[in-house]
């Protein structure tokens, strides 16, 4: 299989879902990359520009590469909310 771009930050290369910035392997295709993935969490009410509305447990999800760090996604959550589910088939 020849290097594919799946989206902005992830490649499909040699049937595995990577790093468009290194390269680095997630998972095979067809498997939910997420869990994979470096995980860091920011609270939105502390994030600039954040109203007084704001239900205080809401988090800014960062997925990056374990690799080398490069952000893959993010997502907005309340912390027991599960990831949204991402799967990328050939």
């Known amino acids: 299989m020849t290097r594919r771009r799946a989206s902005q930050t992830l490649v499909l290369d040699d049937g595995q879902v990577c790093c468009s910035a290194c390269g680095h392997g997630l998972v095979p295709i067809g498997q ?45 959550a309340l912390p027991e909310d599960p990831f949204l589910e991402d799967i990328i088939y050939a």
């Open 32 to 76: 939910s990359w997420k869990p994979r993935a470096r995980l860091s969490s920011v609270a939105v009410a502390s994030m600039p520009g954040a109203g007084l509305g704001i239900d205080q447990r809401l988090e800014l999800r960062l997925f990056t590469c374990p690799a080398c760090a490069a952000l893959l996604d993010s997502e907005t």
